[in-house]
């Protein structure tokens, strides 16, 4: 989703950082083998993920919806050498083509893969986060953010993506929607809950950055 003009989004990206070249391959094989490749985070909000991780240099990272391991290994980009970046998922027909592309990153053995639903595997992790990122099923973002908030470290940083939901947010809502009334839901409570700060970017379908006071 772009909400720029198009000559002005392509100036945006061409004066920004180019990703490497093992992400390019990445993208190149999801684009082949892999249904819905538009999941993947893209270069340019990689390059955003990696830049924001790389400011905060976390220790632990979680991250809910991997896909093919794109953003993770965009987000691994800021891990401290001794850091650990923990990624769930329910698609288990998609780890083998994750663990390739780790296991060909300088941060394979700092991955850490986990299949299923991730309400049910959060509360199994037995650590705090400095950096989380939320990219699964819209629905669960709010139930997500209630199970993560007191593994969050003070000074945390929760990112969000897709919480313009093309556009959406603004028109009226079909209540038989259940996607765009979840993110509605979800922007309003980073809005509102008084544990954390929150500001909205309009990047591609919008990224949110929460930091937790």
């Known amino acids: ?46 390059r955003v993920l990696s830049m924001i991780s790389k400011l ?11 896909f093919t391991g794109y953003s993770t290994l965009c987000l691994a980009e800021g891990l401290k050498s001794d850091g650990e970046i923990h990624t769930i998922d329910i698609n288990e027909e998609l780890v083998d083509f994750q663990r390739k592309y780790f296991d060909k990153s300088d941060y394979g053995q700092q991955i850490f893969q986990y299949t299923g639903n991730a309400l049910d595997i959060i509360p199994t992790l037995n650590t705090t986060f400095d950096l989380v990122f939320i990219d699964a099923d819209k629905p669960n973002y709010s139930n ?21 939901w093309h556009g959406k947010v603004i028109e009226p809502l079909d209540e038989k929607d259940i996607s765009t009334k979840a993110v509605l839901d979800y922007n309003t409570l980073l809005k509102t809950d008084n544990r954390i700060e929150t500001v909205l970017l309009p990047i591609r379908d919008g990224l949110t950055i929460s930091r937790k006071k």
């Open 144 to 164: 997500y953010f209630h199970l993560i908030i007191d593994k969050l470290n003070s000074g945390g940083i929760i990112l969000s993506d897709n919480v313009l």
């Open 56 to 66: 905060i240099h976390p220790k632990t990272i979680l991250e809910l919806g991997t």
């Open 1 to 46: 989703m772009h909400f720029l003009p198009e000559k002005l989004d392509e100036y945006v990206v061409n004066h920004s950082e180019q990703e490497p070249e093992l992400l390019q391959q990445l993208t190149r094989e999801t684009y082949q083998k892999v249904l819905q490749p538009i999941m993947l985070s893209g270069s340019y909000q990689g």
